[in-house]
Structures are given as structure tokens and as C-alpha cells.
């Protein structure tokens, strides 16, 4: 097996890509086959020494900002319990397959996760922890892909692997037009000015403003992680 190109890394991993599929074609819940995959691949980097952040978003549970007749704050709020539903899931899955691992929430809930410190999260990584961030930033109206950038800046991350359900960037969007160019490679100003939406424009400014590399990557095969981890040239790499 290849040698890992990173020493730190953060991986942000959307909701839905850990979610069954309903009767209607819909996602929702958790996947435990899904879950398992995801596990063994992080297990995989985790065993070669690769110090491992996890930021998993909650669109699989709730979406706040799609719920019009909601207070945005509240629903903002439920949103990120719904992130520490799989954030909690997912240090499950990884526990049994031998991993030690820590659940930090940015909203202090001290019977069932430590609170998000800094510097407790960056020794936790040096001591060989994987190290789960939920409750996104802990405000609302931030997206849970602004709370990467951030944490990945804040543990000085060497990259952001972004698993997505999509298998790179586009210059729109391929499931609807055949004709979507993919990228390989873009700069930072490139995804602004372009409006490619890898990112919100907040995740995506803050990335640009502290030099933050970012990896797009399909994660319908969980076993890309440890591709991208690895150097291979897959998806789009931004920096």
C-alpha cells in the first residue's frame, strides 16, 4: 500500500452519505453497512500513523435551512444535535474496529461528548486519537462545512478531504447536464470567483484566507479516503 502524503487531515463527511435510502428514493437515517465501510477506511489511515479530525455534517437527520416556517436560529440548533447523532454513531463504528477516538462538541454536553478545546484536540491527535468535531462551530447560520475550515485551520491541517456524494468539482451540475466539465485541479480564487459551490462562500473564503488545501472526492467508495490520503490523483484538489 501507498505511503500517506499528510500528516494531519480532516476529513468533512456529509450526512447523507451516511444515510439508508427510503421507499421514495430519499435519504435519511443512518446506514449501518455505509457506516461500517466508512469506519474500516478511516481505520485504515488511522493505522498508518495519519493524525485524523472528522467533521460530519447532519443533513441526514434535519435541514434547517430548507424549513421555512422555523425560526432560523432554532433550526440551526437542531441541526447540529443532528450532527452529534452521527458524530456519536460513528466513533461507535470506529471503537469496534479497535480505533480510540474522542467526540468534542462546539455546545457543551458533557454527559456524552468532552467539550471542544483547542489544545485538547490537538493533543488528543498527537496521542494517535481520531478526534470528532460536532455541533458544527456551535452558531448558528454557519454551515457545518464552515466549521471544517475552521477546525482544519484551528489544528493546522495539512488538507481538508472533502467526501462528498458527487466524485469531483464540476462547472455544474453533472447529474443534470452531461456536458459538466470536471476540474482536476483549481485555485482557492478560482472556486470564489467561479461560484462553484465546493463550499459555501464562507467555508470557501476562510480556506483561501489561511491557505488551507482542500481534496474533492466521491465517497460512495469509502476506500477513497485512503486513496486521497495516499496522493492519489482523484476528484479535485484545491489550494
Not at 22 to 41: E, R
Not at 217 to 225: A, E, L, R, S, T
Request: glycine share 8%; net charge neutral; hydrophobic share 40%.
Amino acid at each position: 500500500m501507498n505511503e500517506p502524503i499528510y500528516k494531519r487531515v480532516l476529513v468533512k463527511i456529509s450526512g447523507e452519505a451516511l444515510a439508508c435510502k427510503t421507499d421514495s428514493g430519499k435519504s435519511f437515517g443512518l446506514d449501518p453497512d455505509m457506516l461500517d465501510k466508512v469506519a474500516v477506511s478511516l481505520k485504515t489511515i488511522y493505522d498508518m500513523g495519519v493524525q485524523t479530525a472528522i467533521v460530519v455534517g447532519g443533513g441526514n437527520f434535519w435541514r434547517g435551512a430548507q424549513n421555512g416556517r422555523m425560526d432560523r436560529t432554532r433550526a440551526d440548533h437542531i441541526g447540529m444535535l443532528a450532527t452529534v447523532m452521527n458524530s456519536l454513531a460513528l466513533a461507535d463504528a470506529l471503537e469496534q474496529h479497535g480505533v480510540d477516538v474522542r467526540v468534542e462538541t462546539a455546545i457543551e454536553m458533557r454527559q456524552i461528548a468532552e467539550q471542544y478545546i483547542r489544545n485538547k484536540a490537538v493533543r488528543h491527535l498527537e496521542k494517535g486519537r481520531i478526534t470528532i468535531f460536532g455541533c458544527g462551530t456551535g452558531n448558528p447560520f454557519f454551515t457545518t462545512d464552515t466549521a471544517a475550515a475552521l477546525r482544519a485551520a484551528e489544528i493546522n491541517a495539512d488538507v481538508i478531504l472533502l467526501a462528498k456524494n458527487v466524485d469531483a468539482v464540476y462547472d455544474k451540475d453533472p447529474a443534470k447536464y452531461s456536458d459538466a466539465r470536471k476540474f482536476s485541479r483549481l485555485s482557492h480564487s478560482e472556486v470564489l470567483s467561479r461560484d462553484l459551490k465546493v463550499m459555501d462562500s464562507t467555508a470557501a473564503s476562510m480556506c483561501k484566507d489561511n491557505n488551507v488545501r482542500i481534496h474533492v472526492f466521491g465517497v460512495k467508495d469509502p476506500q477513497n479516503i485512503v486513496r486521497a490520503v495516499c496522493g492519489e490523483e482523484i476528484g479535485t484538489i484545491i489550494d
